[in-house]
């Protein structure tokens, strides 16, 4: 099956720094999310985007599908922010798969 | 509006047990998927069902199975539950096959 990478797997930041978390994968792919599981196990949407760049406030995301990777930056960080961010992939047979995730920690 | 809602919230079986878990859809929409979250680990993907045909399925055994209702709601089933069954099971909803939102889950504790 397609191999889902995420980086780095741990980020400790200060409140108000900046990020940026990669996700890499193996084949071509019909979609790509990007969500946020905060520490009670919610999975929030953050992007739908199998391509091209998008913003939502200090959240943006951008998809190069030819090149089989996603970035996600976060600016101006807030303790908030902290959790597990994971993206994952619809392959063009139907299956998802999730990254290995970004754990991060964002101290005041 | 609702969004996707799950029951029940938490659940405690024996080892050779059955299980069925219940998942509502966002108001108009039409797909349902299930996922398995061990802890410490990212979900994996178990099925997903479109205008209640099944469209798609993870990489499963065949004690697992789920089912869509015309109203757009899905069931999930586990037969014979094992100890490594324990984990969060999540439920998510999408129009179609785009965006993905994600119930709170059923944490299955397995004894």
């Known amino acids: 099956g397609i191999q889902v990478e995420q980086s780095p797997p741990d980020l400790i930041l200060q409140e108000g720094a900046n990020s940026t978390l990669r996700c890499n994968f193996s084949d071509s792919v019909n979609n790509l999310q990007w969500f946020h599981q905060n520490p009670w196990g919610q999975l929030i949407n953050l992007f739908y985007?199998?391509?091209g760049t998008k913003q939502n406030g200090r959240l943006s995301a951008t998809t190069v599908a030819t090149e089989r990777y996603s970035l996600l930056y976060i600016s101006s960080s807030q303790t908030t922010d902290s959790g597990v961010y994971f993206c994952a992939v619809e392959t063009t047979g139907n299956q998802f798969y999730f990254g290995t995730g970004t754990s991060l920690t964002v101290i005041p | 509006d609702a969004g996707v809602t799950q029951s029940p919230t938490h659940l405690i079986k024996t080892r050779g047990q059955h299980v069925t878990l219940r998942c509502s859809p966002i108001?108009?929409?039409?797909?349902v998927s299930w996922y398995q979250q061990v802890l410490g680990q990212g979900p994996q993907f178990i099925f997903q069902?479109?205008?209640?045909?099944?469209?798609g399925r993870g990489n499963f055994p065949d004690r697992f199975s789920a089912r869509q209702f015309p109203n757009y709601s899905s069931e999930l089933n586990v037969n014979a539950l094992l100890l490594g069954d324990s984990a969060l099971y999540l439920c998510?909803?999408?129009?179609?096959?785009?965006?993905?939102?994600f119930g709170p889950g059923t944490r299955l504790t397995v004894l």
């Open positions: 108001s108009g929409h039409k797909s």
């Open positions: 069902y479109y205008e209640k045909e099944e469209r």
């Open positions: 985007i199998p391509s």
């Open positions: 998510a909803s999408s129009f179609a096959t785009d965006t993905q939102y």
